[in-house]
């Protein structure tokens, strides 16, 4: 779990940074800046999207995933909690158009899904190395700090988030180690590429897609490689 913390600390530090910088960006360099984000976005996701084998687990794990998430509608839930925070704590600054939820739920998935993440919890629960989990940190702390500037406080609070998706993951690589084969893992990146993309569409305004219910599609490709 110390790549993981480490991680989580690192993202608190680069959105302090970032949040502080963030008082003296014009509002036309930062709408520019999130566009800029948004492209790189979707070239991360392009390559990851790649290194799927299985186009029917993909296909499945999508559309399965989706209606789990919409079923529970897990973006719904988890705007409706940050609304109320954004109301009840935070003050937004005159001229801000990026919510607190748009922060979150951007960040969150941008630092928590690709292969980086989940082969680095991995090295880290089955073979104490956090290698990986530590240069990710280093990547992370450099972004936080350009999201923070950008989409403000709700970056900083994607830290609790990578918190629990990473030390799951890493708890989950404990016990599960037999089931994580190198063909599940490359469904479950390209998988997880395919919501890294809708996030780009998403931060270029092109879609406005309910990011948060995608979230089970990245764990599917574990059960459907067992059962195909």
């Given at each position: 779990?110390?790549?993981?913390?480490?991680?989580?600390?690192?993202?608190?530090?680069?959105?302090?940074?970032?949040?502080?910088?963030?008082?003296?960006?014009?509002?036309?360099?930062?709408?520019?800046?999130?566009?800029?984000?948004?492209?790189?976005?979707?070239?991360?996701?392009?390559?990851?999207?790649?290194?799927?084998?299985?186009?029917?687990?993909?296909?499945?794990?999508?559309?399965?995933?989706?209606?789990?998430?919409?079923?529970?509608?897990?973006?719904?839930?988890?705007?409706?909690?940050?609304?109320?925070?954004?109301?009840?704590?935070?003050?937004?600054k005159e001229g801000q158009t990026h919510s607190l939820t748009e922060g979150f739920i951007t960040s969150s998935l941008l630092f928590c899904v690709g292969?980086?993440?989940?082969?680095?919890?991995?090295?880290?629960?089955?073979?104490?190395?956090?290698?990986?989990?530590?240069?990710?940190?280093?990547?992370?702390?450099?972004?936080?700090?350009?999201?923070?500037?950008?989409?403000?406080?709700?970056?900083?609070?994607?830290?609790?988030?990578?918190?629990?998706?990473?030390?799951?993951?890493?708890?989950?690589?404990?016990?599960?180690?037999?089931?994580?084969?190198?063909?599940?893992?490359?469904?479950?990146?390209?998988?997880?590429?395919?919501?890294?993309?809708?996030?780009?569409?998403?931060?270029?305004?092109?879609?406005?897609?309910?990011?948060?219910?995608?979230?089970?599609?990245?764990f599917l490709p574990i059960l459907l490689c067992l059962l195909m």
């Amino acid at each position: 779990m110390l790549g993981t913390i480490i991680n989580t600390v690192s993202v608190i530090c680069g959105s302090t940074i970032g949040l502080i910088l963030n008082k003296g960006i014009p509002e036309r360099l930062t709408d520019q800046m999130m566009k800029a984000l948004g492209l790189c976005t979707l070239f991360i996701g392009v390559q990851g999207a790649f290194k799927g084998e299985n186009t029917l687990i993909i296909i499945l794990s999508m559309v399965l995933g989706v209606i789990i998430g919409e079923g529970i509608d897990i973006d719904d839930h988890v705007t409706q909690f940050l609304n109320r925070i954004e109301k009840k704590y935070i003050r937004k600054k005159e001229g801000q158009t990026h919510s607190l939820t748009e922060g979150f739920i951007t960040s969150s998935l941008l630092f928590c899904v690709g292969s980086m993440t989940i082969v680095g919890c991995l090295n880290a629960g089955l073979n104490h190395d956090n290698t990986m989990l530590l240069t990710k940190s280093t990547l992370d702390f450099c972004s936080s700090m350009i999201f923070a500037s950008t989409l403000s406080f709700g970056v900083m609070l994607s830290s609790v988030f990578i918190l629990i998706y990473q030390g799951g993951l890493t708890l989950l690589a404990m016990w599960a180690a037999p089931l994580l084969s190198s063909a599940v893992i490359n469904e479950m990146t390209c998988v997880g590429s395919l919501v890294i993309i809708a996030t780009g569409l998403n931060l270029l305004k092109i879609t406005n897609l309910k990011l948060m219910n995608y979230i089970p599609t990245m764990f599917l490709p574990i059960l459907l490689c067992l059962l195909m």
